[in-house]
């Protein structure tokens, strides 16, 4: 198990330019400080960047997360690998840094489908289904909405409904962890080779949900130990799960607060209804507030668009263009120490050639 992933074609295409007999792709699994877990054809290993590498790192997006696809090269050291390059990421679900910091964090990459979990009970939240389909598709992965604990829900047409409202086709599948075929069905759900990870606020049920698609207690399972840098000992788990049908799960501690970060994109794909409208104003420079023949305020008149989906969107909207201010901000500081790394670079050029 874990290694019979099969790699799509661009990731071959860039593996062309590596020796075949003295690298292979692998898989991230796991991130520590300055340590990784991959899957190789071997199996699991433990790996760290090369040097060449590491003196390229300018931000933390530079390094390794889980779901990485990396090349890595054996070295005879304890059979730990060698990381060279990241392979492009076709996903990456980030959070912002709390705070004053810069920028985004990714948390894992090259995830292929988004399971967002709402409990059908006390949790159900049509404005937070929304933070959370736009936080996906800005991410690049696809959203799938799982509606549990089906058992203590006993308005599951008219939340349906609400859900409906909101979510533009994206696949929507009932669960309950009291109900086995249910479950069953979700699993029969999930394709071979994708990759999966459960977003959704806390006590919607992921865990018991992750457990069930991996068909184990995820908590309980192989923890190894290893040195760090320091000659440490740490116990850890890994984050990337294969299941022996043949799906990934990655269930990594930072998708809890997974969080609004990027474009506006995602905002005008979950609001795909107040995008089209806003192109049928009149003006196109329309701020929807008081101008004539302005469509988004008529719509709003005869009730087609409530105001709790507006101001949901204008919120997603102000959130999104706050992150992305911070992230200018960080690209400007990125950029200056890109050039003071160069700049040093050319200096001991000179020194030396003296
Ligand atoms: N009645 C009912 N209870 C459920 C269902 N799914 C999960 N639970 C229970 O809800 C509680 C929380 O479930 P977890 O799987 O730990 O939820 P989580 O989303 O992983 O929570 P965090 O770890 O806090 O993020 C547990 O007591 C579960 O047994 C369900 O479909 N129906
Ligand atoms: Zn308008």
Redesign the pocket.
């Known amino acids: 198990m874990g290694n019979e992933f099969v790699l799509n074609e661009s990731t071959l295409e860039f593996y062309k330019k590596y020796d075949s007999n003295l690298f292979e792709i692998a898989r991230i699994s796991s991130c520590y400080r300055n340590v990784f877990k991959v899957w190789t054809t071997d199996g699991e290993k433990l790996a760290k960047v090369s040097g060449k590498f590491s003196f390229q790192v300018v931000s933390e997006e530079d390094m390794p997360v889980v779901g990485d696809w990396v090349i890595t090269s054996k070295s005879n050291l304890q059979d730990e690998a060698v990381i060279h390059e990241i392979l492009p990421r076709t996903s990456k679900l980030s959070r912002a840094k709390a705070g004053t910091e810069f920028g985004e964090q990714i948390i894992a990459a090259n995830v292929d489908y988004c399971l967002i979990?709402m409990a059908l009970n006390l949790d159900f939240n049509i404005r937070r289904l929304e933070r959370y389909l736009t936080a996906v598709w800005d991410s690049g992965a696809t959203p799938i909405i799982v509606l549990?604990?089906?058992?203590?829900c006993n308005d599951l047409d008219e939340k349906m409904k609400a859900v409906e409202a909101i979510s533009f086709g994206t696949q929507i599948i009932i669960?309950?962890?009291?109900d086995l075929e249910k479950m069953k069905n979700l699993q029969s759900l999930l394709l071979k080779n994708k990759t999966y990870v459960l977003v959704?606020s806390?006590?919607?049920?992921?865990?018991?949900i992750t457990n069930f698609l991996l068909g184990r207690d995820v908590q309980e399972t192989t923890d190894i130990r290893f040195g760090d840098d320091k000659g440490k000992h740490c116990t850890t788990t890994r984050d990337l799960y294969y299941s022996e049908f043949g799906y990934c799960v990655i269930d990594t501690p930072g998708m809890?607060e997974f969080a609004l970060f990027g474009s506006e994109e995602g905002v005008s794909t979950s609001f795909k209804e107040i995008t089209e409208l806003a192109l049928q104003c009149r003006f196109t420079d329309c701020t929807h507030k008081n101008e004539p023949g302005c469509a988004i305020q008529n719509a709003l008149r005869n009730g087609s668009l409530t105001q709790e989906r507006y101001t949901s969107y204008l919120k997603l909207l102000r959130e999104e263009a706050y992150s992305l201010r911070k992230n200018d901000a960080k690209l400007m500081a990125e950029e200056k120490k890109k050039w003071k790394q160069i700049s040093k670079a050319q200096y001991s050029q000179i020194s030396k050639k003296r």
Request: glycine residues 16%.
């Open positions: 979990v549990n604990k089906a058992d203590l669960t309950s962890a009291t959704g806390s006590g919607v049920g992921k865990s018991t809890r």
